[in-house]
């Protein structure tokens, strides 16, 4: 049986092929994007999930599930400029469940609504992930200083002026989730010389990078004190991941 589309439905799709069509990214348009198990709202507040990230939620969860097997309390974790969650939420979704308290920052207000949509939507509750503004650090209670044991971030890491940003990038996505200063390298710079007095002993810091970084950051976490130094490849056997032990 075949039914007409109805005006206001063909309006509707019309609107989106021509915002399609102007240039808009497809994940906008559709206003949701699969990342790992999630099926997420994104939209111009917060970067594009990618698969390149996911590497870095593998890496964060091989460590998680070592220290779930050991540990006897919550693992307390944090995912640092969370954007749309997807690292958060991945983490609090795939471990077991009563295991973990997530806690999810940003700067941006309007990314931490895009945030609080996916987590009503995760199944997940709020005693397991928690919601916090600021930057970096300084979103989270001071009374948590030396008590994470894991602390996770994809920031900013594209040096401004880089001519390999891809229009429909450089256009549509939130600045402030592209580009750092430095080089690209400020925001790495901030978390790991701030990393150590919030991770409980043995704990790690596990970080997304540029492709052009692993040297970089592996000598930035080296400087600050951190063992276990490693840089990791995504699926394309590029540097992506870098983390460092407590």
Do not use: C
């Amino acid at each position: 049986m075949h039914e007409l589309v109805g005006a206001r439905s063909g309006a509707a799709l019309r609107a989106l092929v021509d915002r399609r069509l102007a240039g808009e990214p497809l994940q906008y348009v559709m206003n949701r994007w699969a990342f790992r198990h999630l099926d997420v709202l994104v939209d111009e507040r917060v970067l594009i999930p990618r698969p390149e990230t996911e590497a870095v939620v593998q890496t964060a969860l091989e460590l998680a599930v070592d220290k779930v097997r050991k540990s006897k309390s919550k693992l307390r974790i944090a995912d640092l400029g969370t954007g749309s969650g997807v690292i958060g939420l991945s983490l609090a979704g795939e471990l077991p469940r009563g295991s973990t308290e997530v806690w999810l920052t940003d700067l941006s207000a309007d990314a931490l609504e895009v945030a609080r949509a996916n987590l009503a939507g995760s199944g997940l509750i709020d005693a397991e992930v928690r919601i916090v503004q600021g930057s970096w650090f300084a979103a989270l209670p001071s009374e948590s200083r030396n008590s994470f044991d894991l602390i996770v971030s994809n920031p900013p890491y594209i040096a401004r002026g880089d001519v390999g940003v891809e229009k429909i990038v450089r256009d549509y996505e939130p600045d402030i989730a592209l580009f750092a200063e430095n080089d690209g390298m400020s925001a790495h710079e901030q978390i790991v010389a701030q990393a150590q007095e919030w991770l409980g002993p043995g704990g790690w810091l596990v970080l997304e990078i540029g492709h052009d970084q692993g040297d970089k950051v592996r000598a930035l976490l080296s400087r600050n004190g951190f063992k276990n130094v490693q840089i990791r490849q995504d699926l394309a056997h590029r540097d992506r991941v870098a983390l460092g032990q407590k």
